[in-house]
Each structure stands twice: as structure tokens, then as C-alpha cells.
């Protein structure tokens, strides 16, 4: 899901990073032991290629996701840290395999391309059929007449792009005339293909959808979609399918291209799938959750943030694997520099954000306990650069606390703060963040440079390793530490005093989730 950061009223704006910290606003030993460990013994390296090359993906209720949560576990419990799975519900449970999706006809070539996530698998059995194309119909009934030609074929269900070059290439080279004429080529193509779903009656989404189990139930044995990024070349968006029987797959812009024409032209290609997948059932969903109890005043709380599920076209470095990094060395940090603190400090690492807050929802439900005592929030969920600014919104006391907390911290790592606090929760974007904001409590969303997240990790098969930037992920996990150090130690509690009219409603999450 992709994440706004909350911007309104309080704003902490970003000033050039240097290498090594020269100044202290406090002589606070803590503040500069977190310095010292944080930016000169990091282990975010390390606990980076665990999670994102060993662990991988972490696609809710897979295998992998499962595993990812017991790596969690294992960590926190080597630094002395407690930390356990909360099962919250269930979702549909799905093992990827390995995808091979060929061309076999006109001529021979391999297809970039790979199943989308709970796909069914091809059962052990290469899988080879013509291509047929979505057509443009007039509307459902003549679409309803025209099923019987999916029998038995494989269906492109989405637009062939006229051209998979990036649009820098067409800034830079082409004549206005020609640029201009391939704008309004890739806008009519948009517009077209558009047409020709919503005649059928039924939805792609981000996907599949409703139309690839209605083609499905009309006997196709496959559905072929594309959703190169605009911005981006060589990138594919891997979403899901609710196919139970026909496999759903997504292929580059240029295979897809090439698979569309030969269609188009009627030269009958024919594409071969051998597809290796297992559909699960219901399977359990979890929460991690680790704690440091604090010395003075256990029942209120301080917490970090961070949505440890992904999408598994990749091994979702940038979304979230940064930002459950910066927690996991946040914590690591405070336990060898700050093991007794004043408050309790928690993080959560939620399930099934990329299914509509889940696994946060439910956890707010399942411990009123800890929503009553949260002194403070801390969430991240946009990618690997540096912390620029913090949102907040809804409780007028909020902004004060910040702003001295930011006070504390060395102005090397970029903060400064401005402003007054102010705006609605329904401002605090679309991560986890919102259902804490939403619901009453002091909830700040961390917003880092982008690195062309948008258009070039976020939910693609390049969301990978080499993406990390080290040396801005080391300042978040840095900057993150002092402040839940500087929370923990604050005197008093943020006020839940609300901005009259400022409170919508919260995101509703079912309990239990089961497939569509």
C-alpha cells in the first residue's frame, strides 16, 4: 500500500547530513552513547541480509512470513530482549514455488515474468495454450457471449504499453512532435483498455480480480496481466489473484508487448507455464512483539512501529524491510545503552498492512491496556532514505512534547522543528500509524527521502538488498533510539485532549480474514 506521511502542522525539516557528529544540544551521556554505538558498531548490514536474502519475502500467512516471524523472535532473544508471536486471525495461506512461463510459438523464448502471490500452481504439469485477448465489447451480455472463446487459452487482460522506455529516454532524444504523439498514444491506450474492462462488468484491481475468476470459471487456463511502472524500466508490480484453478502471472512490459502483437496479428503463440504452488487454506496470522519493561513507569508505553509483511515479488527491502531495520537496531541499541528505562518500550511488527491494517488493527483491539498508557508512537513505512520530517495530528499536546525531544537530538542527523501541531487523523496516511493516530493516541510518522520508492521498489521485483541505503537507514535507527530514549525519559504524559472536529472514523480491520 502506498504511504503519504502525515505533513500537516508539524514539521521537522531536514538540513545537510554530515558524516561525524561534532555537536550535542545536551550533555546527556545516554544521548551520546546511542550516537557512538549507533553510527560506529551498526549491525544493520548483518541483520539486513539475514531478513532480506535469508528470510526473504514475507507474504502474510506464507511459509515465509511464518519463518520471518520466528527469525524476529530468535534475534530479539540473542540481545536479551523478549519478544513472542501474537496470532490475531487467519488469512488464506500460499507457498510460492518456482515460475517458468515460456514461449513456444511462433518461436522459442523464456518469459520475465512470474506467478502473482496465491496463485494456484500448474500441479507438477507444463501447461502450454494459445493467447487470447481481451476484446472490446459493447457490454456484460456481449462479454457474456464471448466467454467460450477463454476455453482452454490463456487471456491478456491488460493493456500492451507502445513503448517500455522509460520517459526520461523520450524527454531527452525525441523531437516535441514525436514526444508528444507517444504521450497521447500511452494516454488513449489507457483510456481504451479501461473501456474495454468495465464492459465486462468486473474488476482487475491490483491483479486479477473479479474478472480473472469469472474467465477462470469460463474455462481459462491461465491469466496473463502487466503492470509495468511508468517511471521505472525493467520493473513489474506483483500483486495477487484470487484464481483458485487458473493461474494468474504477470509479465514486463516487453514480453507482454511481444505476447499481445503476436495475439493481435493472429501468428498463434502459444505459451508454455509450469508453475509450482501450493494454495493452503486459512492459515494463522501473528504479530511480533518485543518489550523492554520499564523500571519506573511500566504502564505507560513507548513504541516503535514498523509493518514486517510484504509483497513477494521480491524480498521487500524498501517496503518494510528499511523500516523494520530501523526498529529492530533502535531496540538493539537502547538494551546495551538504555536496558532500564523509565517507560516501557515496545515494538510492533504487524501482519497484513498490505491487507488493509490487520494485524495493527487487531492488535489495538486485543490490548486497550497499552493504547490507554501509549505515551508515544513511532512509525516508518516509506522506504530507505534519511528521515526528513515527523507528522503528528489531532492532539494539541503533541507538538510540545516533540519539539523537546527533537531539542535533545545532535542536529547532524538532519531534524529541526517548526511549527504547531494540528490537522485530522485521517491525514496520517496509509500505514499502521493511522489506526494508533485515529484512535486517540500520540502516533508520529517518520517520512524519509523517497529514492524513487514510488516508481521503482515499491511492490516490484527490484525491491531488493542492493536498494538499502546504509548510511541514511544507520541515522533513522539512530535518530529512532534517542528519540523513544527522550519519550521514555519525558516527565509527563501527552494530554488526550482532541482538536474538536478533527476525529473521523478509525480503519476497520475484519478479525478473523478469509479469502474473497
Not at 526473504?56 to 540481545?79: C, E, F, I
Not at 496481466?225 to 520493473?235: D, E, L, Y
Not at 485521517?426 to 493511522?434: E, F, K, L
Amino acid at each position: 500500500m502506498r504511504k503519504h506521511a502525515l505533513l500537516a502542522g508539524l514539521v521537522l525539516l531536514a538540513s545537510p547530513l554530515t558524516t561525524q557528529a561534532q555537536t550535542f544540544p545536551t550533555d546527556d551521556a545516554v544521548i551520546k552513547r546511542i550516537w557512538a554505538i549507533g553510527m560506529d558498531s551498526s549491525h544493520l548490514p548483518k541483520l539486513a541480509q539475514a531478513l532480506l536474502d535469508s528470510v526473504g519475502p514475507r507474504l502474510t500467512a506464507s511459509p515465509g512470513m511464518k519463518r520471518a516471524n520466528d527469525w524476529l523472535v530468535h534475534t530479539y532473544g540473542q540481545w536479551g530482549v523478549q519478544a513472542k508471536n501474537e496470532q490475531y486471525g487467519t488469512w488464506r495461506g500460499w507457498r510460492r514455488g518456482t515460475s517458468h512461463i515460456d514461449l513456444m510459438s511462433p518461436r522459442v523464448r523464456s518469459l520475465e515474468g512470474m506467478m502473482l502471490a496465491w496463485s494456484p500452481g500448474t500441479g507438477g504439469k507444463d501447461v502450454t495454450a494459445g493467447l487470447v485477448i481481451l476484446p472490446l465489447l459493447k457490454d456484460s451480455t456481449e462479454f457474456a457471449r464471448w466467454l467460450p472463446a477463454v476455453k482452454g487459452k490463456h487471456v491478456l487482460i491488460s493493456a500492451a504499453q507502445p513503448t517500455c522506455r522509460p520517459p526520461e529516454d523520450w524527454t531527452q532524444f525525441a523531437t516535441p512532435e514525436s514526444k508528444a504523439a507517444m504521450d497521447s498514444l500511452k494516454s488513449r491506450t489507457g483510456r481504451e483498455w479501461n473501456a474495454r474492462v468495465a464492459a465486462t462488468g468486473y474488476t482487475v484491481s491490483l491483479g486479477t480480480g473479479a474478472l480473472g475468476k469469472r474467465l477462470e470459471a469460463a474455462g481459462a487456463v491461465g491469466v496473463i496481466t502487466s503492470r509495468p511502472k511508468a517511471g521505472a524500466w525493467g520493473t513489474i508490480e506483483i500483486f495477487e489473484t484470487y484464481n483458485t484453478t487458473a493461474p494468474g502471472v504477470a509479465v514486463s512490459c516487453e514480453d507482454y508487448g511481444l505476447l499481445y502483437r503476436l495475439a493481435e496479428n493472429n501468428q498463434n503463440p502459444q505459451v508454455r507455464m509450469n508453475l509450482d504452488a501450493s494454495l493452503l487454506g486459512e492459515q494463522p496470522t501473528y504479530n511480533t512483539i518485543a518489550t523492554i519493561r520499564g523500571s519506573e513507569k511500566p504502564n505507560e508505553i513507548v513504541m516503535l512501529s514498523a509493518h514486517f509483511d510484504s509483497w513477494d515479488g521480491s524480498s521487500g527491502a524498501t517496503d518494510n524491510g528499511t523500516g523494520t531495520l530501523v526498529m529492530m537496531e533502535a531496540i538493539r541499541i537502547l538494551k546495551k545503552v538504555y536496558p532500564n528505562p523509565k517507560r516501557t518500550i515496545m515494538v510492533g511488527h504487524w501482519a497484513s498492512e498490505e491487507q488493509g491494517l490487520n494485524g495493527s488493527t487487531a492488535w489495538t483491539e486485543d490490548h486497550p491496556e497499552v493504547m490507554a498508557g501509549l505515551q508515544a508512537l513511532f512509525n516508518q513505512d516509506n522506504g530507505t532514505g534519511r528521515i526528513q520530517n515527523v507528522g503528528v495530528a489531532g492532539l494539541p499536546d503533541a507538538g510540545p512534547h516533540l519539539a523537546s525531544w527533537v531539542a535533545k537530538l545532535p542536529p547532524e542527523l538532519g531534524l529541526r522543528f517548526s511549527g504547531t501541531v494540528g490537522g485530522a487523523p485521517r491525514g496520517a496516511g496509509g500505514t499502521d500509524g493511522a489506526v494508533f493516530t485515529c484512535k486517540g493516541t500520540p502516533s508520529f510518522g517518520l517520512s524519509s527521502l523517497g529514492w524513487n520508492y514510488g516508481n521503482y521498489t515499491w511492490h516490484t521485483q527490484r525491491d531488493t538488498y542492493d536498494k538499502v541505503v546504509f548510511d541514511d537507514v544507520k541515522k533513522n535507527a539512530t535518530m529512532v533510539a534517542m528519540l523513544v530514549y527522550a519519550a521514555s525519559e519525558d516527565p509527563t504524559f501527552i494530554s488526550r485532549t482532541k482538536i474538536e472536529g478533527e476525529w473521523g472514523a478509525c480503519p476497520v480491520a475484519p478479525r478473523v480474514t478469509r479469502a474473497r
